[in-house]
């Protein structure tokens, strides 16, 4: 299928109260992963390129990659922008194929993320590409954006319900007390925040920080108005380790293929384990 944007998949989602996996991929290897563990679970996936993987590869090879593997799926596959500070790289993935974008301006003070992400809706809009907006500061590190702990907050209620009236994300991430990266210890989130937020936003909730949350708190999140939830460090591990413990067991063979091939069954296994958690298995 053509690739599409997230605004369907998301409604879809927000009104079963399910969510739609949204996975780093960091090569032709990983997003053949994603797409086939989502054709195997027949389930709507988000296909998301860090902007740090967008400048090692180039556009124009990760959109070959992902169209390909997408003309062969029967389920629908978006491919998505993830914190993105920087607005000509954003207006090249538009330009490129990318069906979806996120501009993270959240470092910046409330008025100037408004309008850097107003600016971001306008550039994408006419070309019928979603956008993910943020608010708050979501603590770890992500791309190149780095947040301490002591400088991490929520996203403010009446701030969230300002910003998305004002600027009209497809998709919305407040910062709910999850974390990026490996957590330390069990996050505290702020339910009562993210469902006053859902509620009063009317936005499709974008879940940062999916590595490492337990199934509760995804049913929990996702019962309160979560409809895509991000995974990449997850992935990262996957990609490393399902290599390097090919290799080690067989650390005589230095046969390559053998070495994707298993680390293409951890990152699918994985996957399809996730998909299942956020139920979005069978929804294609
Ligand atoms: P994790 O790395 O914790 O899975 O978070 C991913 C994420 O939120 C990407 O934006």
Redesign the pocket.
């Known amino acids: 299928m053509p690739l599409e944007n997230m605004k369907a998949m998301l409604s879809k989602a927000a009104d079963e109260a399910y969510a739609v996996g949204a996975f ?1 991929i960091l090569d032709y290897n990983s997003t053949k992963a994603v797409v086939l563990a989502a054709e195997q679970a027949n389930a709507p996936v988000i296909i ?1 390129t860090s902007a740090k993987t967008v400048i090692f590869w180039g556009t124009s090879a990760i959109v070959s990659w992902v169209r390909q593997l997408a003309g062969s799926s029967s389920v629908p596959i978006a491919l998505h922008l ?2 993105c500070k920087d607005l000509e790289l954003i207006e090249e993935c538009i330009e490129s194929g990318w069906t979806s974008v996120m501009i993270d301006a959240s470092s910046k003070p409330f008025e100037e993320n408004l309008a850097l992400s107003q600016q971001v809706v306008q550039m994408a809009r006419p070309r019928d590409v979603t956008v993910e907006a943020e608010l708050g500061a ?1 603590v ?1 590190v ?1 791309d190149d954006i780095h947040v301490k702990e002591q400088d991490a907050h929520l996203a403010d209620s009446q701030q969230a319900i300002e910003f998305c009236r004002q600027v009209g994300p497809d998709c919305f991430a407040p910062a709910i007390g999850t ?3 490996v957590y330390k210890g069990v996050p505290k989130i702020a339910y009562d925040r993210l469902e006053e937020i859902a509620a009063k936003t009317d936005v499709p909730i974008a879940l ?5 949350l337990a199934d509760d708190v995804f049913r929990k999140c996702i019962s309160l108005g979560c409809a895509k939830v ?5 992935l990262k591990y996957a990609f490393i380790d399902g290599f390097v413990a090919y290799h080690n067991a067989n650390n005589t063979q230095y046969n390559p293929l053998k070495v994707l091939e298993a680390q293409f069954n951890q990152l699918k296994t994985g996957i399809i384990e996730k998909i299942k958690h956020f139920g979005s298995s069978g929804k294609a």
């Open positions: 780093n998301q993830d914190h979501i770890g992500e974390a990026h990266g940062h920080g999916g590595t490492g991000n995974i990449s460090t997850q």
